[in-house]
């Protein structure tokens, strides 16, 4: 299953670079409690070109006993 959505989030990052977008916002979500790599990341803002140390939401550690349900929200410049 982790595999299953690390490709989706791989396949995501790459549609937001292709229409322009640098970076996203990391949204924690976990239904066992948040894991530390997402109360660590969560809310903040990471280039697509640079992850943080972790690697990407969904893409890199996390201590999840199943599989990581963050999301990286693409920051569309200009709305809030």
Not at 56 to 61: D, I, K, L, M, S
């Amino acid at each position: 299953m982790r595999q299953h959505f690390a490709a989706i989030a791989v396949f995501n990052r790459a549609r937001a670079t292709a229409n322009g977008l640098d970076g996203y916002r990391w949204l924690a979500v976990d239904v066992h409690g948040c894991c530390k790599t997402a109360a660590r990341n969560g809310g903040k803002v990471f280039a697509y070109d640079t992850p943080p140390p972790e690697g990407h939401p969904a893409e890199g550690r996390c201590e999840s006993p199943d599989w990581c349900r963050c999301i990286a929200q693409p920051v569309v410049p200009g709305f809030g």
